[in-house]
């Protein structure tokens, strides 16, 4: 009989792109250590743009005074945007218990997004050639991939559009690289308010299915407790 491996997951609430990244790559040593268990970080970001390894001169174009923190980053991809009312799933995962192949990786991803989205009725497909899950007819880009493998330790992963103003992914940036794409968001195509925690539950559920993961849910909110060596008390937990 199968059983689904053991996994950490942590809804951490609002976090600083530098604070998350910083302890996504501890989290990362501590998987490669084995002094942890695969473990799924869920969070939000204060307006940030993010810089992939393929981004291209002129690719960003922030208007004067705009309020957004700009990153450069390690992950695969180009040039994308974080908000507030944009659900960020980061898998900290060893991906020798998955497959070792980094294609079927983002696969995953996205159909860990489409059952997420399909849980509230909207159907979320893949374009040929392209990362990421859309809505069709005509397409509007509703989620985003990126990731980063070391040693096949996984960091960074998907941002997931909940409730929030697009207008940053077509005026701020060229996102993805991609010239006169909508993007749209989950709110918009229900036509009602939707909050990260009303998605994030279901966004767990579809991630712990597709990669056949039992979670133990962690107090990541909890004031303080992220910013310290987190793996160290994980590891002695």
Known sequence: MFVSRGAYSMNLGVVEYQAAWDLQRSLAAAV?????PDTVLFLEHPPTITLGRRTEEGEVHVPAGADV?????DRGGRSTYHGPGQLV??????????????????????????????????????????????????????????VHLSR?????????????????????????????????SMAHELGRPLTVDDVRPAAEEAFAEVFDLAFEELPGDEPGLWQQPLHAQ????
Not at 69 to 73: G, R
């Open 32 to 36: 490669s250590q084995g002094a942890i």
């Open 69 to 73: 923190a700009v990153v450069e980053t």
């Open 89 to 146: 799933c980061y898998p900290i995962l060893d991906l020798k218990r998955h497959g070792k192949d980094v294609k079927k990786f983002c696969r995953e991803l996205e159909e860990a997004i489409i059952l997420a989205l399909a849980s509230f009725g909207l159907e979320g497909s893949r374009i040929d050639g392209l990362t990421g899950v859309w809505l069709q007819r005509p397409p509007r880009k509703i989620a985003s991939i990126g």
């Open 152 to 184: 096949w330790i996984s960091t960074h992963g998907y941002a997931l559009n909940v409730d929030l103003d697009p207008t940053p992914f077509t005026d701020w940036i060229t996102a993805c690289g991609l010239d006169d794409v909508a993007f749209t």
């Open 234 to 237: 994980l590891a002695s937990s």
